[in-house]
């Protein structure tokens, strides 16, 4: 029997721990070393930030999840990797450390925003990283709108969180006006030419207009370069003051992990890893999802996406079945299947990948794409809990939104 030990039980990892339970019941020991007691889908993190979070239907606790799927949940959070006697060193919750015995090792514990060293940022910004900070988020977040007087909101970075961000509170903000609420101004601040810097330019471009129509301020060729307790200033020398500040910029794997365990890590602390997930210097040890860099054939690198992390996942827990009933490991190819980004709870766009022909002349747009949105999930949450678990999620939360104030 071997022993798989799986560190962070996110989009990839908790997808991972499942497939590998089901597919080795018994024969081998699957461990998920995750220091929260929940799972979230990351990209709803901007739903508990706007209080609009179903906490209740969407969320997983693990413990529970492990017991029924044949994995356990050990609370800890990885700090190093003792690679000579294969052994992954852990901080426990209550601040002891142990240590965790793996005959395989899959590192996959995602990625944080990058402050790039914006002199303030980190005192002064709240980052969507973890659903606590996301909690933390909306505490302050509801506690402005009871002040009934008219808010700022700052969010630095146009890419998928700060667009989904913004536009989810102003959705709030305007649902809840009724309810003399405060008015929450929302400045969307970005330092390229266009919002969503790493999607077609089309795409770019109808997401503008839904964040303008939403009276959502956008402000393009804008880069922060300092931020205080009440506000930002530009790189222009221009103040732009809030009653709340968010960081929702660029992307890199968490510094703790850089050096750790004398793997390879590229600038962005991610783990570097071959085209079959194995780390380039220990091939019991794998890496998948955001804190990996995964090459491509064509040169390129897979990107930072919920998806790829998915579909990676799903690959890994096959490659590793075969290799444990002694076969070779196979490479991970991933093909971008396009991009969906919410506007708000009942409008999204989408379009084909940015390497498509398609990707610059064909966006789609909408109610119907925003429930493509929602089927990205619900995909996720089938590999996690199965399609009658989820079938029955659905039609819980239709009734539950049926006798909720205001559609919120
Ligand atoms: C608000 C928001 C919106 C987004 N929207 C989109 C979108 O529309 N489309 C898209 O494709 N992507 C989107 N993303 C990105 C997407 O969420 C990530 O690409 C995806 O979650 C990566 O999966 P992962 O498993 O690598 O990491 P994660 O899902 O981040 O999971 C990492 C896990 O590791 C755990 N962990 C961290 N440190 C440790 C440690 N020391 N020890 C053990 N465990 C640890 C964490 O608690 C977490 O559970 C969005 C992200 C955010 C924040």
């Known amino acids: 029997m071997s022993r798989i030990v799986i560190v962070g039980g996110g989009a990839a990892g908790i997808e991972l721990s499942t497939l590998l339970a089901k597919a080795n019941r018994k024969k081998h020991e699957i461990i998920l070393v995750e ?3 929940d799972h979230y889908w990351k ?3 901007h739903e508990i930030a706007a209080g609009t979070f179903d906490r209740e239907l969407d969320s997983v606790c693990y413990f529970t999840h492990g017991a029924i799927n044949g994995y356990q949940h050990y609370q800890a959070a990885m700090t190093d990797i003792d690679r ?15 240590a965790v015995k793996y005959d395989y090792l899959v590192v996959a514990v995602g990625a944080v925003s990058n402050d790039f060293n914006t002199s303030g940022a980190r005192d002064n910004c709240i980052f969507l990283d973890s659903a606590s900070q996301a909690r933390h988020a909306w505490n302050k977040i509801s506690q402005l709108l ?7 909101v700052n969010i630095v970075g146009a890419g998928a969180t700060g667009v989904e961000l913004a536009a989810e509170l102003a959705r709030v903000s305007h649902k809840l006006q009724r309810y003399n609420a405060a008015k929450l101004t929302i400045n969307l601040i970005e ?4 919002v ?16 303008q129509r939403t009276n959502i301020n956008v402000l393009l060729n804008t880069r922060i370069s300092e931020v205080s307790e009440h506000g930002m200033v530009t790189a222009d020398n221009q103040s732009l003051e809030a009653d709340i500040q968010f960081w929702a910029a660029g992307v890199k794997a968490p510094e703790w992990l850089k050096g750790v365990g004398g793997l390879e890590y590229n600038r962005m602390n991610q783990i570097i890893v071959n085209a079959n997930l194995t780390t380039t210097v220990d091939d019991s040890i794998f890496s998948l999802g955001d804190c990996a860099s995964i090459p491509q054939a064509d040169g390129s690198f897979v990107p930072p996406k919920a998806q790829a992390a998915n579909r990676a996942a799903v690959h890994l827990s096959k490659s590793l079945t075969s290799l ?4 070779e490991l196979t490479d991970f190819e991933f093909k971008d299947g396009g991009m969906v980004v919410a506007v708000g709870h009942h409008f999204a766009v989408g379009s084909f990948a940015p390497q498509s022909k398609m990707a610059n002349k064909l966006v789609f747009k909408g109610r119907l794409i925003r429930r493509l949105y929602d089927t990205i ?7 996690v809990e199965g399609m009658f678990t989820v079938s029955r999620l659905i039609i819980t939360k239709r009734l539950k939104a049926l006798f909720q104030p205001n559609g919120m």
């Open 35 to 37: 220091p929260e007691t």
């Open 43 to 45: 990209p709803r993190l």
């Open 84 to 98: 000579e006697n294969k052994m992954l060193c852990v901080r426990r919750n209550d601040g002891t450390e142990a």
């Open 146 to 152: 009871r002040e009934g007087d008219d808010r700022t």
């Open 191 to 194: 330092a390229a030419d266009r």
């Open 196 to 211: 969503l810097p790493n999607s077609p330019q089309k795409m770019s471009a109808k997401v503008l207009k839904e964040l």
């Open 324 to 327: 444990l009933r002694g076969k």
């Open 377 to 383: 999930f619900r995909l996720h949450q089938r590999t």
